[in-house]
């Protein structure tokens, strides 16, 4: 069974930085590109970053672009978003999720459950 | 960048009702375009991508259709399991936008 297990949320001041990680389990991880998903709560989806099989090609949204960063671990199966200068509007839920390609912009066909972040003073 | 648009963003409809939700993108798409059900408290499911490829195990009652820069989901009898908002993304290039969701309630 593919799981997604998201964890690294916690409440963080306003300028603070947080490293986000998500453990995949159930399938060949450096087969799959990966993503990051958030949510605000009570409102609708926001792509957040993109990282293909390897590492060596990433993207991210404009609202974060600059302040965070994403990686992976293959040998840990591990997916992580270094997120810095945060800002209160980065509060959301942030999702891990999994493409359908090593390489290319597919769509998301499995989605953790999420770890909530709080920026707050 | 690529805005992408979804009307209505809530609606109401009887058990059994035809629904159609509407995602236009600012720029054409191709058919890089799929849609997420996201029920109350839980996680987005892919329901159907390309435009309208059904996911495995997802009910009949849904397809998805459209090119270029309008794509629409249908619900073709609503059932009160299918209360969920629904996303629309695109994923040709980046930014890979979200819809803004339509949240579907039941009459």
């Known amino acids: 069974e593919v799981q997604l297990v998201e964890s690294g949320g916690v409440v963080v001041q306003p300028g603070g930085s947080l490293r986000l990680t998500c453990a995949a389990s159930?399938?060949?991880?450096?087969?799959?590109?990966m993503y990051w998903v958030r949510q605000t709560p009570g409102k609708g989806l926001e792509w957040v970053s993109f990282?293909?099989?390897?590492?060596?090609?990433?993207h991210f949204g404009d609202s974060v672009k600059g302040r965070f960063t994403t990686s992976r671990d293959n040998g840990k199966s591990s997916l992580y978003l270094q997120m810095n200068n945060l800002r209160d509007e980065d509060t959301a839920l942030y999702y891990c999720?999994?493409?359908?390609?090593?390489?290319?912009?597919?769509?998301?066909?499995?989605w953790g459950q999420g770890t909530l972040v709080t920026v707050s003073s | 960048d690529i805005q992408m648009t979804q009307s209505p963003s809530s609606l109401s409809a009887s058990v059994g009702d035809r629904v159609t939700i509407t995602c236009r993108a600012s720029?054409?798409?191709?058919?890089?375009l799929a849609w997420y059900q996201q029920k109350p408290g839980e996680v987005p499911k892919l329901l159907i991508y390309?435009?309208?490829t059904l996911r495995s195990g997802v009910p009949s009652r849904f397809s998805g259709s459209g090119s270029g820069t309008d794509f629409t989901l249908t619900i073709s009898s609503l059932q009160p399991e299918d209360v969920a908002t629904y996303y629309c993304?695109?994923?040709?290039?980046?930014?890979?936008?979200f819809g803004g969701g339509t949240k579907v309630e039941i009459k």
């Open positions: 999720a999994r493409g359908t390609s090593a390489h290319a912009f597919t769509y998301c066909d499995c």
């Open positions: 159930g399938f060949t991880f450096d087969d799959y590109a």
């Open positions: 990282i293909t099989w390897d590492g060596g090609i990433t």
């Open positions: 720029q054409v798409t191709k058919n890089f």
């Open positions: 390309d435009t309208s």
């Open positions: 993304q695109k994923y040709n290039s980046v930014p890979l936008t």
